[in-house]
């Protein structure tokens, strides 16, 4: 690791101020940015940790929306997000104990990881992403592999998930690292079901339209039956092809709407 | 350089940081406390796996300038007040939940804190806590034999291998 300075704000404000630095870079649980760091793949001058703001940890429900601080960790939120079975069963089933307990869900959904689990549940609830200066609509947040809609120095004070009627998350496990393979998130909103896929494109979570309009007329597995899901543009490694992904998409939707 | 005082195995400790010193460093280099391994230096194996605050941590994987007043739990710390074995580290002993020893640190830290939030876990349960935690000589089975003895459950009918 390169050195740099370390700072550890206890306000929002002073983290953005401290983030106006040249090269400053927010840690959040580090669980990424740790072993990137060890890797030499950034050179922050002064890292910004978020770890003692209090005001970007916890919990809350406001009526039908359910908001999880920006620094929470994951472990928290598999503990604490009751009102959202989905989202709480999603957080718990993160890494190993660990992990959760030091990696955060503004860490994960910043970082943008093609295999994350956390950009599923954002995109499918229709979340809204709160920052330092903004909201930014899940729609809106996501553009590729590790690529969002965040600006230098900006940051996930928290996420404010709509609580859907019914949802669901199947995760196919790369039992290695435990990172999703391929993993579906389904939600019955009231504005129609949303359907977003992890772990399965290159460009990273996206929504599967033809999914989702089949399953708002008709909320049951045997509604996707007739779908097809192309293999153009999935993810090929050696854990699994491009056509054993979008495979995985069809089959982890039909038991993401059954689990429901 | 950074001061840092953190609560290690009940004493209060303190320290000038470097912002990359992680808290692995200052457990081992800083303080002397080289019961806490570091195995794969990746966030994998688990190895290094001290509490902070309670809850499992990969001490490789947190900055010691992050955790400035955390109350913090090694391998150390897991012996009885007359130096004999704790309850896990004793179980470990009996049913040979090690063989080498390179992970054990790691095990035992991460079996306490599942036994604290589980005091009775199935076998499933204590695999599946213990899924970031790699045992290299492969002794996964008498480790949750001993973590399941550790519980106070009666492991005479779990078989040799
Ligand atoms: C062994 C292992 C297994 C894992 N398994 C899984 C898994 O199964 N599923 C999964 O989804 N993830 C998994 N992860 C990743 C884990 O969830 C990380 O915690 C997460 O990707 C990053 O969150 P973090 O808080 O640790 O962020 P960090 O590592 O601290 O930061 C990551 C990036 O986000 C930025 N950042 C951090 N917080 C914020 C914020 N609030 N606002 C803006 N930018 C911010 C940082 O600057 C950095 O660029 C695993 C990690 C490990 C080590
Ligand atoms: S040494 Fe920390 S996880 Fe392997
Ligand atoms: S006992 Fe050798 S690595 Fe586990």
Redesign the pocket.
């Known amino acids: 690791m390169y050195a740099f300075d370390f700072e550890r704000p206890k306000t929002i404000a002073e983290a953005v101020k401290a983030l106006g630095r040249e090269d400053a870079?927010?840690?959040?649980?580090?669980?990424?940015?740790?072993?990137?760091l060890k890797q030499r793949l950034?050179s922050?001058s002064v890292?910004v940790s978020?770890n003692g703001i209090k005001e970007?940890i916890g919990v809350r429900k406001e009526g039908d929306t359910l908001i999880i601080g920006?620094?929470t960790?994951?472990a928290v939120v598999a503990k604490e997000a009751g009102a959202y079975p989905a989202l709480a069963a999603l957080a718990g089933?993160?890494?190993?104990p660990?992990?959760?307990n030091?990696?955060?869900?503004?860490?994960?959904?910043?970082?943008d990881?093609p295999?994350?689990?956390?950009?599923a549940a954002v995109l499918a609830s229709g979340a809204t992403v709160v920052?330092n200066a903004r909201q930014i609509a899940a729609d809106d947040f996501f553009q590729g592999l590790f690529t969002t809609a965040?600006e230098a120095g900006?940051?996930?004070?928290e996420i404010r998930f709509p609580i859907p009627g019914k949802a669901n998350y199947q995760?196919f496990?790369?039992p290695a690292?435990?990172?999703?393979l391929t993993g579906v998130f389904v939600a019955k909103t009231a504005g129609g079901v949303r359907v977003a896929v992890?772990g399965a494109s290159e460009d990273g979570v996206f929504r599967w339209t033809d999914a989702e309009q089949a399953l708002s007329s008709n909320f049951a597995a045997g509604a996707i039956a007739g779908l097809k899901v192309s293999d153009d543009g999935m993810i090929g490694d050696l854990h699994g092809t491009p056509a054993y992904r979008a495979h995985l998409v069809k089959v982890l939707t039909g038991r993401a709407v059954s689990a429901a | 350089m950074t001061k840092v005082t953190m609560t290690v195995n009940g004493k209060a400790v303190s320290g000038e940081v470097e912002g990359r010193t992680l808290l692995v460093s200052f457990l081992r280099e800083g303080l002397g406390l080289t019961g806490t391994h570091v195995g794969c230096d990746?966030?994998?194996c688990g190895a290094c796996v001290v509490h902070v605050n309670g809850q499992p941590a990969?001490s490789c994987?947190a900055f010691a300038a992050d955790l400035d007043g955390a109350s913090i739990t090694t391998i150390e710390g897991m012996a009885n007040a007359d130096g004999s074995l704790g309850t896990i580290q004793q179980a470990f002993q009996d049913h040979h939940g090690l063989q080498c020893g390179f992970c054990t640190p790691g095990m035992v830290m991460s079996s306490a804190a599942l036994l604290a939030e589980n005091p009775k876990p199935t076998e499933m349960e204590v695999r599946h806590y213990l899924e970031?935690n790699i045992c290299r000589c492969t002794g996964y089975h008498n480790i949750v034999k001993a973590v399941l003895a550790a519980s106070g459950q009666d492991v005479s009918k779990i078989a040799a291998e």
């Open positions: 870079q927010a840690l959040g649980g580090g669980q990424t940015l740790i072993p990137t950034a922050p890292l978020l970007m920006g620094a960790p994951h089933a993160i890494g190993d660990a992990v959760r030091r990696g955060t869900i503004g860490g994960s959904v910043a970082n990881d295999a994350a689990d956390y950009p920052t965040l900006e940051i996930i004070t995760k496990q790369q690292s435990r990172f999703a992890t | 990746t966030s994998q990969k994987t970031g």
